[in-house]
């Protein structure tokens, strides 16, 4: 059963930091671009960092740049999202999701909410 279960999500204030994780389980981890993004109340969901099967190469939104580091651990099926001077702007649902042509699976989400 493909598995994709995010967690590190809570409660932050301003200018802290959290690390999001996201662990896989029934299929390939290793040969799938890991992307996370985000969705906020009333707002569209935004891909906020992506980083390629291998780990080599990462992608950010502008938003975030500088802020916040994608990576990963094939050897444990891990991807990570670690997040520094949040602010407000950045609280929203966070996902994770692998992709490989034709397949692409979604975790449920975590909660990020900074507070000022």
């Known amino acids: 059963q493909v598995q994709l279960v995010e967690s590190g999500g809570g409660l932050v204030q301003a200018g802290g930091s959290l690390r999001l994780s996201c662990a896989a389980s029934g299929f390939a981890f290793r040969l799938y671009f890991i992307g996370w993004t985000r969705q906020a109340p009333g707002k569209e969901r935004e891909l906020v960092a992506g980083?390629?099967?291998?780990?080599?190469?990462?992608s950010y939104a502008d938003s975030v740049k500088g802020r916040f580091t994608i990576s990963r651990n094939n050897a444990e099926n891990t991807v990570y999202l670690q997040m520094n001077s949040l602010k407000d702007d950045d609280t929203a649902v966070y996902y994770c999701?692998?992709?490989?042509?034709?397949?692409?699976?979604w975790g449920q989400g975590t909660q990020v909410t900074v507070s000022s």
């Open positions: 980083i390629s099967a291998s780990g080599g190469s990462t």
């Open positions: 999701y692998a992709d490989r042509p034709p397949a692409t699976y």
